[in-house]
Each structure stands twice: as C-alpha cells, then as structure tokens.
C-alpha cells in the first residue's frame, strides 16, 4: 500500500490541499509562501513527533521500515520483484471517507477560512 511508499502519506496530502487551497486563493504572493513555509515546518514537526511515538512502540521493526521507506516524496521502485503488488482489500466508500477525518476536518477549516477572508477583505492577504 501507500505506506510502502512514504512513512507519512496523509501529513503529504494534508500539505498539498493547504498549499493548492492558499495558492488559489491568495497567489503568488508573499504571504502565500509565508504560510506555506508555516505549514510545512508544523507538519514535519508533527510527523517528527510521530516517529518518535513509533519507534518508542514499536523499536526496530519500526527503525528498518523507516530506513527503507521515505518520509514525505516517494522513491521510485526498481526492480520487478519490488514491483509487484497483492491486490488491495476492497473497502467501503463510508469506511474510506471514515478513515481519512482528519482530511475532511482539514478540508473544512481551510474552507471556513477562506470564506471568513473573503467575506471580511483581509487586507493583509
């Protein structure tokens, strides 16, 4: 699955919505790159937090699975043997939306955000 891949897939698709979200609404603006830079180092900072967690749980499975496997940008495979892939359990679009809150709860406060900015004309942005 995506975790053969990246050690944090939804901290990556978090960080992409907030920039396609702050790119499309403010553009190429300086604050726009502000925020960004904001968001990012928050993110690797939770993501930091989070690999410490794992590997106090979970101590070398964890280690050699991270050593592996990239934090944020996927490698490409290179080999078939590496390539092979089991066919992925098939799952609800209930349980897949269930799942993935913290997108949807994202997805919303940037919403909201944007909204609440263009109604009060931000001058700053």
């Keep these: 699955g995506i975790y053969s891949r990246v050690r944090h897939p939804l901290y990556l698709s978090n960080i992409c919505i907030c920039y396609a979200f702050t790119l499309f609404h403010l553009g190429w603006q300086i604050a726009t790159f502000i925020f960004a830079g904001m968001v990012t180092?928050?993110?690797?900072?939770?993501?930091?937090?989070?690999?410490?967690?794992?590997?106090?749980?979970?101590?070398?499975?964890?280690?050699?699975?991270?050593?592996?496997?990239?934090?944020?940008?996927?490698?490409?495979?290179?080999?078939?043997?590496?390539?092979?892939?089991?066919?992925?359990?098939?799952?609800?679009i209930f349980?897949?939306?269930?799942?993935?809150?913290?997108?949807?709860?994202?997805?919303?406060?940037?919403?909201?955000?944007l909204l609440v900015r263009r109604n009060l004309e931000l001058p700053i942005f």
């Design 41 to 92: 180092l928050f993110v690797n900072f939770l993501a930091d937090s989070e690999e410490k967690f794992l590997q106090n749980q979970f101590g070398n499975d964890y280690l050699a699975w991270a050593e592996k496997t990239p934090k944020f940008i996927p490698k490409r495979k290179r080999n078939a043997e590496e390539n092979e892939t089991k066919s992925p359990a098939i799952r609800s």
């Design 95 to 113: 349980s897949a939306i269930c799942s993935d809150v913290w997108t949807w709860i994202w997805l919303l406060f940037y919403t909201l955000l």
